[in-house]
């Protein structure tokens, strides 16, 4: 019996650190765990078994920081989903264990809940699908959340400082 080989594998898996055990998720694939942490009003990680997961919300963008309604977005957001199995619809990866995505849990949109409550606004630059759009003018015509303050967003310009979406290579 030859166990010199697994050892020597073992060794180096344990050598090249914790990176060696990442993962990237393509687009289309899904990943289902337990929201271990609420990082902001746009990113969460998910813990799919021992494995954790930076999941930023697709499509939208919450306040950050000292912004305003950062902490509202952030503990909306943490209401939602903390502690609970949510499914991660991936739409691009943003590096190793780090993805962007739909969260659903138990059929409710996260993302457009989000935009609906006026704690994240759309990146109209970057989604696929335009089904936020409603909810996001009803939140600025009832002015709640974000909207709620009387200077306008600037939305375009905050977007693409951080996109919500996997950007392609620059050539």
């Not at 393509?26 to 337990?34: D, K, L, N, Q, R």
């Not at 919450?62 to 957001?77: D, F, I, K, V």
């Not at 630059?125 to 600037?154: C, H, K, L, S």
Request: charged share 20%.
């Amino acid at each position: 019996m030859n166990v010199g080989l697994p050892l020597a594998a073992l060794a180096a898996l344990v050598a090249c650190g914790p990176h060696a055990l990442a993962q990237t998720w393509p687009a289309g694939s899904e990943i289902t765990g337990t929201v271990a942490e609420v990082v902001s009003g746009d990113t969460l990680i998910v813990a799919e078994g021992a494995r954790q997961v930076t999941v930023r919300l697709a499509d939208i963008v919450a306040p950050q920081g000292s912004e305003y309604y950062a902490p509202g977005a952030r503990a909306l957001l943490s209401g939602m989903v903390q502690g609970k199995e949510v499914s991660v619809n991936v739409t691009g990866s943003a590096a190793p264990d780090s993805v962007f995505g739909r969260v659903v849990m138990n059929k409710l949109d996260v993302n457009l809940e989000m935009v609906k409550r006026g704690a994240a606004y759309v990146c109209w630059d970057y989604p696929v699908d335009t089904y936020f759009a409603p909810w996001e003018i009803q939140a600025q015509r009832i002015r709640i959340g974000v909207w709620n303050a009387t200077w306008d967003i600037n939305a375009r310009t905050r977007c693409r400082q951080r996109p919500p979406v996997e950007l392609a290579p620059k050539s």
